[in-house]
């Protein structure tokens, strides 16, 4: 008769796990490159980049002092979302406009909003 023993302790393999990830996604306004003069009536392109390992949901703008929207850019869960956005300034001569973006990730957590005053 043959008795198989199996010793009482026994390495186990363990793998690590990939660090969860916890932030949304990093955006740039460029340009402008930094708050900057216009001038009233001519048409300003502004440029947004979202960027997220993740995979980019959407990207969100929102603007203060003028009457203008936008309404969210898909991400499609590209790493990289890159657009331009041309900003109407006909009729908004004297006026501060606060141009602000932030990015959600595919897995819900929002980024840093990112700002330029014109």
Do not use: Q, W, Y
């Amino acid at each position: 008769m043959v008795l198989l023993l199996g010793c009482d302790e026994r390495e186990r393999l363990t793998f690590e796990t990939d660090p969860e990830d916890t932030l949304g996604p990093t955006s740039r306004i460029d340009p402008p490159s930094r708050d900057t003069t216009l001038t009233a009536g001519d048409p300003f392109g502004i440029g947004v980049r979202a960027v997220d390992t993740s995979g980019v949901d959407s990207v969100f703008i929102a603007i203060d002092g003028a009457d203008l929207s936008f309404p969210p850019i898909e991400g499609n869960a590209a790493d990289t979302v890159a657009f331009s956005i041309t900003l109407p300034t006909s009729g908004l001569g004297g006026r501060t406009i606060t141009f602000r973006v932030f990015g959600k990730d595919v897995n819900g957590h929002i980024g840093p909003t990112v700002a330029r005053r014109l």
